[in-house]
């Protein structure tokens, strides 16, 4: 939480520096080069911020593998897919929709190219009449975009697990990734 404060501080003064900057910088072009390394500055502390959220988020949904499944449940004491992942990203501030189809609306679609670890990762199952729906959800762990493979952490029938996308499984059933934080 300190480091967090320090990272928000830092970046509150680099902003009012930029922003007085940009101001000189108007009136003389010498400021001009200054005024680009104070953007990057805040750019660089932005990601890190971003980045450390990102671990922050999977190391606490890690405190919860084993639990069992619970079915329409989204509290420690059981969760389904869409329940966990609600609960997990509700505790950093990013409310979800409670279903995984409704979770599919938020946040932006990336590929798997653009894939990183905290991205929300979907899979669809067949109905009866041939068409497809958005049936599970799970969140990417650690991704591999050169391979594009991942790892992700979801709750599934036998409980909180992390999983690998190369499973058959799973590939058959890939449906998208969407970017919550950082987006």
């Known amino acids: ?11 509150v003064v680099c902003l009012s520096l930029g922003n007085s900057n940009r101001a000189f910088a108007q009136k003389d072009s010498s400021f001009s080069s200054h005024s680009q390394t104070v ?27 084993g639990l069992k499944y619970r079915y329409g449940n989204n509290t420690p004491e059981g969760f389904d897919c869409s329940g966990f992942t609600s609960y997990v ?44 729906r958005i049936n599970h959800v799970g969140i990417i762990v650690s991704a591999d975009t050169e391979n594009l493979t991942f ?21 058959k059933r890939f449906y998208g990734i969407r970017r919550i934080i950082g987006n």
Do not use: C, W
């Open 89 to 132: 990203f509700a505790q950093f501030g990013y409310p979800l929709g409670r279903s995984s189809s409704d979770q599919y609306t938020n946040g932006i679609s990336v590929t798997k190219e653009e894939m990183k670890a905290g991205d929300l990762v979907f899979f669809q199952e067949r109905n009866r009449d041939g068409t497809y």
């Open 1 to 11: 939480m300190v480091k967090r404060l320090f990272v928000f501080i830092t970046f």
């Open 39 to 65: 953007d990057a500055a805040i750019d660089a502390l932005i990601n890190l911020s971003i980045e450390e959220e990102i671990d922050s988020l999977i190391d606490f949904s890690k405190k919860f593998l």
């Open 151 to 171: 790892r992700f952490i979801h709750s599934s029938s036998r409980g909180v697990m992390i999983d690998d996308s190369t499973t058959e499984y799973y590939q």
